[in-house]
């Protein structure tokens, strides 16, 4: 990989604003073959993509999606799904319900979804991924037509950029890449980053925030609890 390439890769921003350009039929192409030749466990190829161009559909996924607008706007809409149905149909008595299933298929989708957007920003393209798909998991699923053993798990914006945020801090190699265990919290560390994103979120938006703000916005409160009934009525996690 070219030095220009890994520079690419190290200035990732998530794109919401996109060009009124269509990407052609031979890029996305390309794309669909960089998900294709992502790593996958035990070469099961546990993932399916859905293509969303009917705006019908795009439009009520967008409602569900906490009304981003760029769900229904970006030229490209994908979803990407843990995708067992098939392995179902080959071996029906497969043990798809332990839990160990429902991460091997959340891992292969995370890895083919970052190869997308990866390929994506090599050629030229940018997105964003949506993770509030979740926000009505049952709902995407039935709309999408999704059979048992199947689970719509993220969602991506594809597009040409139309705009140019700053880059968003990331944690210091020092408070997340360990060498033999794990490392304790260093709490001087936590404090000079807060202090980064605070800065930065009053850069951007003149808004009070910084790292453990947000990680206590996230988590003080039931995630997503539909999640894990629709997970069981799919077939997984119940073991």
């Not at 149905?85 to 979804?113: C, N, R, S, Y």
Request: hydrophobic fraction near 40%; charged fraction near 20%; proline fraction near 5%.
């Amino acid at each position: 990989m070219s030095q220009d390439a890994v520079k690419t890769l190290h200035h990732h921003r998530s794109i919401r604003k996109f060009l009124d350009k269509e990407i052609d039929a031979d890029l996305r192409q390309q794309l669909i073959q960089s998900a294709r030749m992502a790593s996958s466990s035990n070469h099961l190829q546990c993932v399916s993509i859905i293509r969303v161009t009917d705006q019908t559909i795009r439009q009520q996924l967008m409602a569900w999606c906490s009304n981003q607008q760029y769900v229904a706007s970006a030229p490209e809409f994908w979803v990407f799904c843990v995708d067992f149905a098939k392995h179902a149909e080959i071996f029906p008595q497969a043990q798809l319900d332990w839990t160990e299933v429902l991460l091997i298929g959340a891992v292969d989708v995370g890895i083919m979804a970052q190869n997308v957007l990866a390929s994506a920003e090599l050629l030229g393209l940018d997105g964003v991924y949506i993770g509030s798909l979740r926000n009505q998991m049952a709902k995407v699923g039935e709309l999408l037509q999704l059979p048992k053993h199947t689970l719509p798990l993220v969602g991506m914006c594809l597009g040409y950029p139309n705009q140019d945020p700053p880059l968003k801090p990331r944690l210091p190699n020092e408070m997340m890449f360990f060498e033999n265990h794990h490392q304790a919290l260093d709490k001087n560390k936590l404090a000079e980053f807060d202090q980064l994103t605070a800065d930065y979120y009053q850069a951007r938006s003149n808004i009070d925030n910084n790292w453990s703000k947000n990680v206590i916005k996230a988590l003080d409160k039931p995630v997503r609890p539909g999640v894990l009934p629709y997970l069981q009525q799919q077939g997984f996690a119940k073991k």
